[in-house]
T-cell receptor
Framework: NAGVTQTPKFQVLKTGQSMTLQCAQD?????MSWYRQDPGMGLRLIHY???????DQGEVPNGYNVSRSTTEDFPLRLLSAAPSQTSVYFC????????????FGPGTRLTVL | KNEVEQSPQNLTAQEGEFITINCSYS?????LHWLQQHPGGGIVSLFM???GKKKHGRLIATINIQEKHSSLHITASHPRDSAVYIC?????????????FGEGTQLTVNP
């Protein structure tokens, strides 16, 4: 199994550009989520999904969109990038039942100029 | 105030020392996770516990539900243990797999 994969690993954008961060998992997990990690702060939840066709907002959803058309894929879209979105982004997945281990992707380091 | 507080924020140790990282939380939880983030950025799950104690190799995790406190211990520390250790909790008020994270503890083990 590849586990959780993310692309790209690094990205530089200019303010106002849009882009999609890709996330895929091959473990048939129902739950997938996107986090951002900033210096001095814990991982913060952006959006999450409990299954294909179902998404919901986390703590910091503004400026981001998600969709879940298949169990495997959970892309994160930046609609109009801003310097405040400079961060490291992690995708994670797990079974939806309580008390399950979460598996993390390798992360995407995004810089918005 | 964060719902999950870790201490210390930074910890430097000499190889072989016994290390303790603490995590306190302020609300009811259904589970607590300890994660390790390597210098390269990858995050892996070390433990998930809702009571008592778990051990894996040189790592031991304990939790005291009444005191809302957990500790991660590393015995006979080694430079390869240098990483950020993150505590995360599943709040009882939320269902399923949503986690709330502490800020992490940066551990450096010198040879």
């Amino acid at each position: 199994n590849a586990g959780v994969t993310q692309t790209p690993k690094f990205q530089v954008l200019k303010t106002g550009q849009s882009m999609t961060l890709q996330c895929a998992q091959d473990m048939n997990h129902e739950y997938m989520s996107w986090y951002r990690q900033d210096p001095g702060m814990g991982l913060r939840l952006i959006h999450y999904s409990v299954g294909a066709g179902i998404t919901d907002q986390g703590e910091v959803p503004n400026g981001y969109n998600v969709s879940r058309s298949t169990t495997e894929d959970f892309p994160l879209r930046l609609l109009s990038a801003a310097p405040s979105q400079t961060s490291v982004y992690f995708c994670a997945s797990s079974y939806w039942r309580e008390n399950n281990e979460q598996f993390f992707g390798p992360g995407t380091r995004l810089t918005v100029l | 105030k964060n719902e999950v507080e870790q201490s210390p924020q930074n910890l430097t140790a000499q190889e072989g020392e016994f290390i303790t990282i603490n995590c306190s939380y302020s609300v009811g939880i259904s589970a607590l996770h300890w994660l390790q983030q390597h210098p390269g950025g990858g995050i892996v799950s070390l433990f998930m516990l809702s009571s008592g104690k778990k051990k894996h190799g040189r790592l031991i995790a304990t939790i005291n539900i009444q005191e809302k406190h957990s500790s991660l211990h590393i015995t006979a520390s080694h430079p390869r243990d240098s990483a950020v250790y993150i505590c995360a909790v599943r709040l009882r008020e939320t269902s399923g797999s949503r986690l709330t994270f502490g800020e992490g503890t940066q551990l450096t083990v010198n040879p």
